[in-house]
C-alpha cells in the first residue's frame, strides 16, 4: 500500500447504501456501511417483485468490475466486499471535525446471540415460548421472541427481540453452540436512583423495578438525590419534576455536572410534559407521563439497560459522511382513518400485499384474504392515502405508489388472470419515469386492470359480510358502489423515523416537508461540506432515482476522500495475481466439517478419508468440528498452512457463508481464492437417509459429494485470463450542465477529460432556462460550472467539435474528433460518458406555427424575461400539457413540463393576478414536492381542466385571435376560451447520436434515449462495459435529476478509470483458436459485447474485463471451441461422473 | 356540442366586484376529486353534484348557480367538510351561497324559498309551526292546486296519525318576536 486508503461511513443500508458503498469500494476506498436494523436490504428486503421487470433483479448492482473482489450470488441473501465492513444493528451518534477528517461515533447493540457461534439451527426457535406479530412480514404473521429477521439472508444467525423476550432462558439451555448469553444476574449491577417527593410513588417504582432485578435506590428530594450520586454510581436516575426545594430540572442540570454518563428520565404529571420535553433538550433521556404504566416504564427501562449493556461505542476516523436513511410509510390508522386500516381485516396496505404475494410471505404467495381465508376475486387500490394529503400536512406526492399500485396490480393479474378483478382507484396516475406510460398502458390493455379516476371518501363494510363497499364519484357525478374482496392502501411516504434528530445533530437544515435538505440543483449535498445524501433521505424517489442518487453521493463523498489525499484503488487491489503454478500438478487439500459429531454419527469418516485419497490429486483429508465457527475456521487455516495445498476442497454447508473469508484465507496463506472450493455436504447427506439410514449410501452420498468438489477444483486454472490496461482519460461527449458536472468530477478525481460540444457555447438547455419553479437560479449555476470547467487544468473542451469515429473497448477506447478548421484528431480514452442533452421538441399541432399566439412553453420562458413583454395586456392565457406525448410514438412522460407550466402561470398570475389562466393536462406530473406548487396554483386562482386524450381539445386561429375549445368532465360541457395566448408544452426528445453510441457498443431505446443496463439497478451504465450516460440523452428530467445523473454516471464511470489494470474474474471465456470457425456466432450471443473479431490475425478475441462468464457463446458454439474457464468440458464430464456414480 | 359551448375567459370574468369571490377563496384549492360528492347524503336529490358546484363557483357560472337548489339541499351534515383531502370549509360554502342567494337572488317562484319563508312566519307567530296554517299558506302562495294536490295522500295519513294539528292557533301571543326582530337587525347591519 503506497498511501493512505480513504475512508467513507455510509449510513442506512438498504440499497441506496448497498450502492453507495459499493460504488466507493469499487474506487478502492474503504466503507464502514452501517444499519439501525439487523438486516441488509431496507424496505426491499420485503419486497419480491420491481417494476418494469416485476423481477426483482438486485444482483445487478453487484460489480461487473472485479467482481470476485465481492459476492456474487443474491444481493438480497447478504453482502460482502472485501472494502466494506458491515455493522448491522447500528446507529451513528455523532460527528466531529472537516471533511477529510471526519471523527464519527456509532454505537453497535449486541443481540444476546453471537452471530459467529450461531449456526442457524432453530432449535431455540422450537423452545421460545413468546409470540409476537412478524414486522417483516408487516404484523401479519406471528414469530418467536428468537427469530430471523428475514428468512432468506445468508449467513443468517438468529436475533433476540429485547422488547419481547422475558428472559426465561430456554433458549440459552437448548442452544447446541452456546451461542445465546443471556443477560440474567447482570441487572442487579444496574442502579437505578428514583427521586420522588411522594413515598407512594417511591415505594411502587421501586417494587416494579426490583422485581424486574435492578438494584433501586431512592431519595425524597433533589438535595437527597445529589447526595445519594455522589456516594455511589448510578447508570439511571428517575426524577420527578414538581418536587418542593429543588425541582426536578434543577436535579437534572446539577446532576448532568458532575455525572455525564447518567441517564435521565423525568416523570411528570400531564400539566408539565413541556417541562419534560425542555429538559430532554438539557439531557434527559426521555420522559414518563404520570399516572406510571409498567408496560411502558419496564421496557423503557429494560431498553436503556440494554443500550449500556450490550452496546458498544465504537469512533471511527472517517474523510465522509453519506447518509441513505431512507423514508417510512404513513400509519393509515392514524388520523381520521377514513377507510378504516385496523377496523376492517381485508384491508391492507401496499405492503402487506407484498407480503401477501410473496412465497415467503404469510399465506405462502396464495392471495387470500385475511378475515375468511377466502381466495381473493375482487381487489381495488385506493391511491394517495396519506398524500396529497393538506389537512394531515401532506402537502406533496409521495411518487412511488402509483408504479406500486400498477405493479401489484399486474402481478395479481398475471397471477390469476382471469379469476381476480383488479381496480386502481386514482386522482392523477403519475407515470413519470421514463418507461412507464408504457407500462400503466400495458396494464389497463393487456391485464385489463381497470382505472378508475375518482377518489374513494371513506368505506364500510358491506351487509354481504366480509366484503368491503366502495363509494366513489366518477367523472359524471354518478355515484357507484361496489364491493371487493380485498382493498389495498396505497400509503403515502413520510420521513424516516429519527430523520430530525439525526439531521439536528449532524447539523443540517429540514426541508419544509420534514425531510433532509439538500443543496439547489444538487441534490446529492447537503450544506455540511462531506456530508451526501443519497436514496429517498432527502425526499421521495424510486428504486431507479435512489441508487442514481446513492453514485451521485459517492461520487461526492468520494471527491472529499480524495481531495484529503485519500488514494484511488490501493495497489495491492490491483495488481492481485493468482499465485500459482502452472505446471504443477494438482495438490488438494480436502477438509470436512464434521458439523459437532455429526458427521461421525452417520459415516465412517476414516472410510471417507481412505476414498477420498485414492485420488493422487488429493494430498490430504482433515476433519474439523464446524468449519462455520471462529475456533473451527482458524483451525482450517491451521490445517492450510501446515499441508501447503496449491489446491482447497472444503466440504460444509452454506458454501455462500464462506465467500468472504475465502478471500482472507488466500491472504494469510498466498493461496488464491480463485482455486478454493467449497461444497455443501448438507445437500448430499442429507437427502432419502434418515439419522439411522443405510451408512454404506450416505458414505456413497458424501463420498460423490466432495468428488464432485475435487473435479471442479483440480480443474481450476492457476494462472488466471490477463486483466485489460486501463487509458486512465475519459471522454464526455456534451457540454451541457450534466456533461460539463460529469467532466468535472472526474478531472477533479484527477483524470484528464476531453469534454467535446458540438456548439459555440456550453451550458445546453441551461441557456434558455431562466429560473425554476422553487425559485432557484440557474444561471448563477451555469455560471459557476463553466467558469470551473473553463480553468479546470485536467479538462480540455472541444467546441463547435464533433466525435465522427469511435472504436475500441473499456479501457481503450479511440475517438476521432472533428473540430471546425482543424485536422481531425484521434484520442485515446477508456471510458465515454453520453451527455449529448435533448430538446424541447417540436410540433405541428393545435394551429403550432400557423399564428404568433401560438408558443411554446419554452418561448414563452424566453418571452416572459424579454423587455417588450408586457404581462397586463393579456388577458386570457390557455396552456395545454402532453402535446404529441404520452401517445404512441412518443409514449413517455417529460417530467419537466407541469412544472414548467406552474413555474409560467404562477409568473404570470403573479405579474398580472387578473389574469385567466386555463391549464388543459392529462394527469398532472407534479411528483414530490412539486405537489406544493400545484396546490399553491389552484389557490392563486388557476383553472386546471382535465381533458382525455380521445377528446384533445380544439383550437381555431382567426387572425391573431386563438379560440381554445375544451370538454369540461365535471360541468360536463365543452367550453370555449379565447385566449390571448397559447402555450404548448411539447415534452423533451433526446439529441442521441445513435450511431456513435452504437459503435461504443452501446444501444438506444425505441424513443431514441440511451438504453440503460437496466432502468433501475443501473440506470447510468449500458450493458456494455465502460459506456455511461446522463442528462437528457438519458432520460427526461430537471437540472437537479439530471445533474444527480451526470454524477453518477462519473461515479460509475471512475470504477474503471481508478486502476491501472481492470483485472479478469475467476470465471471467464476463452478462445480455443485452433478450433475456432470463425462462424462469429458466439460474437452475436454475448450479450455484453466481450467478444470481437480481429481482422488481421483472424481471431475472435475475448475481452477478460467485460465478459461477465455468462456462457452464452460456450452454448452456441458448434466446435466447442468456446470455452468458460471453470466449466471446461472435461472438468465438467468429471463433475457429473462423480455425482452420478 | 359546439354550439352548446359555454363560454369563459376573456375580460368578461374579472368585471365588477365578484359577489362569488368569498366563495371562490373558500373553493380555490379544490382539486376536483369529487369526496365532496361521494360523502354527500343529498347528492342524488341535488340537479348539480357538490363538485360541479364548486366547478362552477370557480368558471363564474352565477346564473346556472343561483337558479340550482344544490346548495338549498345542503343539510349541513359536514361529511365532505370532514373527508376533503384539500380541507375546504365546504359546509362553510355552502352556507354562504344560501346567504348570497337569499341576499340579492330572490326568486319568489321558488318552491323551497316560499317553503322556508312560510315555515318561518309560521314560527314567529306562534313559537312553533302551525301545520294547518303552514299547509293553507304555502299552498295559497304557490298558486298551484296541483302541486298541492300531490301532498293530499301524505296529509292524509299525517292526520290519521295525529301529526297535524287541527286547533285554531291563538291569537296575540309572539314569543319569538323579539328573536326574530334581532336576528333582522343583525342581518341589516352585515
Redesign the interface.
Known sequence: MSSKIGKALVVGAGIAGIRAALDLAQVGYGVTLVDRSAHLGGILSQLDYQFPTDHCGMCKMLPLVDRDAGSQYCLRKGLFHENIEILLATELISLEGEPGSFRATVTRHFGWVDADRCVGCGACVDVCPVEVADAFNAGMSVRKAIYLPVPHAIPNPYVIDVAACTVCGACQAACPTAAIQLPEGKRAGFRILVVDDELVVRDSLKEWLVEEGFAVDMAASGAEALEKLAGHSYQLMLVDIKMPGMDGVEVLQKAKENFADLKVIMMTAYATVDTAVEAMKIGALDYLVKPFDPEVLIPMVARIFQDMAAAEGRQLEIDALVLCGGTDFVNPASGKNLYGYGVYPNVVTGLELERMVSGTGPCAGHLVRPSDGKTVQKIAWIQCVGSRDLPNGADFCSNVCCMYAVKEARLVKEKYGTQIEAAIFFMDMRTFGKPFQRYRDEAQQHYGIRFNRARVHSLIEADTGDDLLLRSVDLTGAVHEECFDLVVLSLGQRPAAGTAQLAETLELGLNPWGFVESVPFSPARTARPGVFLGGSFSGLRDISESVTLASAAAANASRVIHAAGGSLVPAEVTDSVRTGDPAAMPKILTVVCTCGDKLSQRVNTGKLAARLKTDPAVCAVEFIEQACTAEGWENLVERVKQHHPNRLLIGACMPYVYGRKLHELGRQTGLDAALMEVVDLKMFGTAGHGETGDKRAVLRDFLSGLETGLAGVKWADPQPAAGVPVCQRALVVGGGIAGMTAALMIADHGFPVDLVECSEKLGGNLNWLQYTLEGNDPRKLLEDTCAAVEKHSKIKIYRRAEVIHAYGQVGNFHSTIQEPEAEVRTIDHGVVVLATGGSAADTTAYEYGSCPAVITQKQLEEKLTGESFDPTALNTVVMIQCVDCREEPRNYCSRVCCAGALKHALKLNEQNPAMSIYILYRDMMTYGFNETYFTRARENGIMFIQYRPEEKPQVQVNNEAVTVQVFEPIIGKKVAIYADLLVLATGITPNFPAELARSFGAAVDRDGFFQSAEHKWRPVDSLTEGVFACGLALAPGNIGESTALAEAAAQRALGILARRLLPAAKVVAGVHHSLCSLCERCIEACPYGARTIDPDHEQVLVNAAMCQGCGSCAAVCPNSAAVLEGFLEQQMFEVIDAAIQ | ??S????????E??SQPDELAPV?EMV????????C???CPN??AMD??P??LW??V??G?KEEIFSSRTFTLCSDCYYCT??????LPLTEAMEALKQIAAARHPSPDRYSTQFYKTFLQSVRRHGRVNEMEFMALYFARLKNPLFALRFAPLGMKLMRKGKVSLRVPLKGRHPLESIFRNVEALEDRS
Open positions: 356540442m359546439n352548446a359551448a359555454t363560454q369563459t375567459g376573456g375580460s370574468m374579472v371562490k380555490r384549492a379544490c382539486i376536483q376529486c369529487g369526496t360528492t361521494g360523502s347528492a342524488f348539480y353534484t363538485r360541479h366547478r362552477m370557480l368558471m357560472l370532514l373527508r376533503c383531502p384539500r380541507g
